[in-house]
Structures are given as C-alpha cells and as structure tokens.
C-alpha cells in the first residue's frame, strides 16, 4: 500500500475522532456515523472498492481500512457513552424535588350560590306536588305582554326597559324574556287543566345597580283548576317560605298590581336579619319586612286569552327573584358579586 493512500486513512480516522469529539448529542452523533460508516458512508464505499484493485493490493488494503472501520466504530460507541454521562451528570445537578414540602391541595369546586338557592327552592316545590316546567329565555312578545294582560301601552314593553331581539311585525316581536310569567301563558296554551308547575329561569331587563342586574333569575307558580281560592295560594307560600326559611318566619301580604292577576298582592317575610327590632337595619332598611314575591289570583283574562274557561276555572300564581332570595340567604350585599365569578367570592358564601 502506498504511502499516500496510508496517510490519507490516517487523516480520515483521526477526522472520525474529531467529528465523535464534536458531536453534542445523540442526533448529530447518528449523522457522524451515518457519513462515515453508513450504507454510503466514506469507508463503507472505500470497502467496496476492493475488488477493483489488483489482486496483491487487495489484502493490505483491506485490512487496513477494515482497521479504520473498527476504530471508527469505537469512537462512536465511545461518544454515545459520553453523551449518556452527560445527560446523567445534569440530570443529578438539576435541584432535587424537597419531599417533605406539604402537598398542595386541589381546590374543590361547588355549585354557584344562586344554583343552590335555585335548586332548594324548586325541590320545595316539587316537595309540595308541583311540576317543573321551561321556557324560552328568547320569546315572543305576545307571551310576555299581551296574553298576560298587559295594555298595548304599557311602559315595561319600551325598547328602554326591554331587550327586543327582533322588531318584526306586532304578532311576530321576540324579546328576552323580562319575567317568567311567559311560561304561564305557554303551559296554559298547550295543557288543559289542571295545571300545577313551577318554571325556574334567567329573565332579563335593562337595569344595573347594586341590587339589580340586566340577567338574573326568577321562579314562576301556576296553580288551575276548578275551586282554587286565594288562601290555598297563601297556605302554598307559607308551606314553602316555613320550609325554606324555617317555619315560623313571620309572612304579610300586600295588595299590589299585576296586569295578570286580580286581586294581586306582594308578600313579605319578616326580616331575617333584625327580626324587626332594629330600625338601622340595612337589610330591610328598618321596616322589619322583606319583599319577596309578588303573587295573586290569575286574571280570568288571562284564561280567556289562553283558552280555558274563566267561569269554571280559578288559580294562583306567584313570582320571585331567585337572586333576591340568595342575596338574603347568603347575605350578599351587592347582586354584581353574583355574576362577576370573583373565586374569593364565590368561596366565602
Ligand atoms: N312577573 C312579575 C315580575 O316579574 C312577578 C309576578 C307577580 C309573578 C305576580 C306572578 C304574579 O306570577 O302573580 O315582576
């Protein structure tokens, strides 16, 4: 073998150990073995061209790059093994985990005040017999106004107090739903009586202030059928408030208006709070009573408007804010704390 081709092999070893030398992890060490000793690595080809050679040539020169091939493999076997005692090496550098730190404990989450509240009070009424019934949240302005009594002119259909979603003609007006009562009109449309159902649901109008919000959550009763009278409807809403509450709380009813009942009244409970006797109180504002539902006798033309027969049917309804009751019963001095979804918050109630 010549001599030049003998120092030309000598450089391509000692260019092997540079490159394996160089190598600074696993994937440029795989394309320095590739290169040299892959299926066209340089001394992979330089194997097979010995058979061109003449036959004397063949035998040193193969030996001699076969000796190549050998320590190049060892090189490479050499930098794997350095690159593992690297990885190693700062493996164990890195700070190791403090066992002994306490654990750190997964928050558990629960249902919103108001979904609480919510579901009490449906579970009350179911308790006392009643159906649970829904309603669109985007509804018909005939639902919400009209069928219930309201006169054409009456300021709670402004576009300044409600959300109309679409001012299409009279018949056709969708709005948010600004109370519950529309699920009154549609039992009554697609159930002959008798009818005993409470609806739960988010209702909406344009206001904003420390006790009122655009969205929030009302709980609708309707009660038909032949004979019912108006001290079944406070028998009902006692039961309910002494269940909720606790029995005894004292309750007083207030004649009101409503275009859907007549006679139509509010009901107070006692002020859970100063229980009357304290006239700085800020809940009830020193009255010694809280509004909590209006209430009344269905309007026989409200019956007329849904078809059933006013001369043979009477009933009850009643309406309360869900958010009113979950303000009091949590003690929530603003209605924003309930729908701003502040965790500080919603854990302390
Ligand atoms: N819908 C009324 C409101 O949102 C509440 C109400 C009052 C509902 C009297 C009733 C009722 O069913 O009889 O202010």
């Known amino acids: 073998m010549s001599d030049s081709l003998?120092?030309?092999l000598a450089a391509l070893e000692a260019e092997v150990r540079a490159a394996c030398a160089a190598a600074r992890d696993d994937n440029e060490l795989r394309q320095t073995a590739a290169r040299y000793l892959g299926v066209s690595g340089t001394?992979?080809?330089?194997?097979k061209r010995i058979p061109e050679?003449?036959?004397p040539e063949r035998k040193p020169f193969g030996q001699r790059v076969n000796a190549a091939k050998v320590a190049a493999e060892a090189c490479?076997?050499?930098a794997h093994a350095r690159l593992r005692a690297e990885a190693r090496e700062r493996e164990l550098a890195r700070p190791a985990a403090d066992v002994t730190l306490p654990g750190r404990r997964r928050k558990v989450g629960r249902r919103h005040p108001i979904q609480r509240v919510l579901e009490e009070v449906v579970d009350t009424f179911v308790g006392l017999g009643f159906d649970v019934a829904e309603g669109p949240e985007a509804e018909l302005s005939v639902n919400n106004f009209d069928r219930l009594g309201f006169p054409a002119d009456h300021p709670a259909m402004d576009m300044h107090d409600s959300f109309f979603v679409a001012d299409l003609d009279a018949a056709a007006r969708v709005l948010l739903r600004t109370h519950t009562s529309t699920v009154q009109v549609r039992e009554m449309l697609s159930h002959p009586p008798p009818v005993r159902v409470v609806a739960p649901g988010a209702v909406y109008r344009r206001d904003d202030d420390v006790t009122h919000s655009p969205m929030f959550f009302q709980l609708e009763g309707l009660l038909v059928d032949e004979g019912v009278t108006l001290s079944q409807l406070r028998g009902v809403l006692e039961a309910f408030l002494g269940r909720l509450l606790g029995e005894g709380v004292k309750t007083r009813f207030r004649?009101?208006?409503f275009p859907f009942v007549e006679p139509g009244a509010e009901l107070d409970v006692g002020c859970l709070l100063c229980r009357g006797e304290d006239a700085s109180c800020r809940v009830c504002k020193g009255t010694g009573w809280l509004e909590i539902l209006g209430?009344?006798?269905v309007d026989p033309v409200v019956f007329s408007n849904v078809g059933y027969d006013p001369e043979r049917y009477t009933g009850f309804a009643f309406g309360m804010g869900i958010d009113r009751l979950a303000m009091l019963r949590y003690r929530v001095p603003d209605i924003r704390l309930l729908y701003e979804n502040d965790p500080r918050f919603l854990a302390s109630v």
Request: some cysteine; glycine content about 10%.
């Open 43 to 47: 001394l992979t080809r330089l194997l």
């Open 295 to 297: 209430c009344g006798m």
């Open 6 to 8: 003998s120092d030309a």
């Open 53 to 55: 050679l003449p036959g």
């Open 255 to 257: 004649a009101s208006y």
């Open 76 to 78: 490479v076997a050499q």
